[in-house]
């Protein structure tokens, strides 16, 4: 892929249809929208297949995705791009650290892949949402306003012991929800942005009952970080193992 990292990923019901054995049952499509008491919407965007490529030189990308386009062209059409790229280092849009909860690399196939005996097993489920932020309206806020909204100190992401039930550390409590490994990147201009949620999990109910938190379904409080961010796109996608990426095209190959 010359220097590129190219993540696949499948609507699991289309996955389901074609190859049972190797999307883990009772996973599914983000297919109806997430609506919190208060009015907020979380959509359901849901396409049948992702292409995810990541690497440190965009012309390579570009060229990589072209060539993908024209392998798949007569059997999909692109409905969305997206490009992406890191902002100082490992903080997203709104200046925090992200991802600090996320399990080492060690770690983090426990988290995310589907354990061995499983359908699907070596695979992980993706949750792809794109979040679009009132930059304006963040930036206007003192340091510690914004600390309180997050729950974490903004230079070194430390957890605040006073921060609100509806902060964001609170409403994505992983301690509370289960593990996932997030890899969320920043995208757009300098005047519309936003953050590119990006998050795997081996329990789809991990990702669920956090959006669901979110946007304050049920008794809960909408997170407060939805007052200055909002998504316009939601979808969950099981990425299979490249073990059964090989043997979905050895069946192709040989039904020709």
Not at 114 to 141: C, M, R, V
Request: with cysteine; hydrophobic share 40%; glycine share 10%.
């Amino acid at each position: 892929m010359g220097g590129v990292n190219l993540v696949t990923g499948f609507r699991p019901e289309l996955l389901r249809q074609v190859a049972p054995s190797e999307c883990p049952a009772g996973v599914a499509g983000f297919n109806t929208d997430v609506r919190g008491r208060s009015g907020f919407v979380m959509p359901a965007t849901q396409h049948d297949a992702v292409l995810w490529l990541s690497g440190s030189s965009y012309d390579v990308i570009f060229d990589s995705s072209r060539a993908a386009i024209a392998a798949l062209a007569g059997l999909a059409a692109v409905a969305e791009e997206t490009a992406s790229w890191a902002y100082q280092h490992d903080r997203d849009l709104t200046g925090f650290i992200d991802g600090t909860e996320n399990p080492t690399l060690i770690d983090a196939a426990d988290v995310a892949l589907i354990p061995s005996g499983n359908s699907g097993e070596g695979g992980t489920i993706l949750l792809l949402q794109k979040w679009i932020h009132d930059a304006s309206a963040w930036e206007a806020l003192a340091v510690d306003r914004q600390e309180q909204i997050i729950g974490r100190r903004k230079l070194d992401s430390a957890e605040l012991e006073d921060r609100p039930d509806d902060s964001h550390v609170n409403s994505t409590d992983q301690d509370r929800f289960g593990k996932i490994f997030r890899r969320n990147m920043p995208f757009g201009t300098a005047t519309d942005h936003g953050t590119m949620f990006v998050g795997f999990s081996a329990d789809q109910e991990r990702l669920s009952a956090m959006l669901a938190s979110m946007a304050g379904v049920g008794d809960g409080e909408p997170d407060a970080l939805t007052r200055f961010t909002r998504p316009i796109t939601g979808a969950y996608y099981f990425v299979p193992s490249i073990g059964s990426i090989r043997r979905l095209a050895g069946a192709a190959g040989s039904s020709r």
